[in-house]
């Protein structure tokens, strides 16, 4: 089971991997239909952070941040990958699958969760409906 902290825990990390990934695509050109888009998913993701943070504070944890070598990975990876292909559907197919990995570790981290706290579970459920959301979104560029 998971406890209160590690559910917060995983919602802000990923939320913060979520940031790092539109960041990382937003860097490349973008359409104007397509940064809209990624703005859009920024500041979802970026609510989810903060709230996720806050969480954790309250409770007196620490917060723990996605590892600086994970971040510059997905960077150099997403750079590579658009330096391949920079078109609005590839970049739709990269956040899609990102996305897709978010919906199915939440899925999971939701029914190993000790669900202690309504307010977590709640926010564990805007999690994976706004990766959902951006997967929809994104359908559209394909």
Do not use: W
């Not at 397509?34 to 996720?52: E, F, G, P, Q, W």
């Not at 897709?100 to 202690?116: C, E, F, I, P, S």
């Not at 999690?127 to 951006?134: K, Y």
């Amino acid at each position: 089971m998971i406890n209160d902290a590690e559910m917060l825990t995983y919602i802000l990390q990923n939320a913060e991997m979520g940031c790092q990934s539109v960041k990382n695509v937003r860097d490349g050109k973008q359409t104007p239909a397509m940064d809209s888009v990624l703005s859009n998913h920024m500041a979802r993701y970026s609510k989810i952070y903060t709230a996720a943070g806050s969480m954790l504070r309250s409770l007196g944890e620490d917060v723990h941040h996605v590892s600086p070598i994970a971040k510059k990975m997905a960077k150099l990876s997403t750079k590579r990958d658009l330096k391949r292909d920079p078109t609005s559907s590839h970049v739709a197919e990269m956040m899609i699958k990102g996305n897709t990995m978010g919906v199915n570790k939440m899925a999971q981290h939701l029914r190993d969760y000790d669900r202690t706290d309504p307010n977590i579970t709640l926010l564990a459920k805007k999690m994976l409906d706004v990766e959902q959301a951006h997967i929809s979104e994104l359908r559209s560029f394909l």
